[in-house]
């Protein structure tokens, strides 16, 4: 699912060409994207509790987004993608814990919208409210579902990172006013 939700992201890094953040994004929201599930391997955390909530999705950003920053200012900007130059007058280290924030809250939140189709469902917004959201389309372990996600979540990404490159290098384009 994170794959799938990712692409449009990729689409527009690709398209101004920030490909460095492009292929960070992407790694850190495919490495995260089963973090919330660390609360089948301990007793501490109930499954699909806090782990899978808004709130877990802010903590992880902040954390991430605290680590971007960090590198940022350790002179890993440029590494990362993230160098003032390619974000006008943002400074790197501001850059680099907000980009950091996205791909940590964005993994979180991908996963839950995952969960979301599966007859347990998700109740985001805990503790503010216990209401859960559940389409029930599939069960979390069902291997076709996974894999048809999965290779939906591919071919997108591939087009999108395709399309964005065909747009800024001028091989597509697209007239003023047609979109």
């Known amino acids: 699912m994170n794959l799938l939700l990712y692409a449009p992201v ?7 060409g920030m490909v460095t953040p492009l292929a960070w994004g992407l790694l850190g929201t495919v490495l995260l994207s089963t973090l919330p599930d660390v609360d089948r391997y301990t007793s501490l955390l109930t499954h699909r509790g806090f782990t899978h909530t808004v709130l ?19 002179g890993l900007g440029a590494s990362l993608g993230l160098s003032t130059v390619e974000l006008a007058d943002t400074s790197a280290t501001v850059a680099g814990g907000a980009f ?15 969960d979301a189709f599966t007859p347990m469902g998700v109740a985001p917004w805990e503790p503010f409210s216990d209401r859960r959201h559940s389409l029930g389309w599939f069960d979390a372990d069902s291997d076709v579902a996974n894999r048809l996600w999965l290779g939906t979540g591919i071919v997108l990404f591939l087009l999108a990172v395709l399309v964005g490159t065909l747009l800024r290098t001028g091989v597509l384009a697209v007239e003023p006013g047609a979109i």
């Open 56 to 74: 877990f999705a802010l903590v992880v950003g902040v954390l991430l987004g605290g680590a971007g920053a960090l590198a940022a200012n350790q």
């Open 10 to 16: 990729a689409f527009g890094l690709a398209w101004v």
């Open 100 to 114: 950091g924030f996205f791909v940590g809250a964005f993994a979180v939140v991908g996963h839950l919208v995952g």
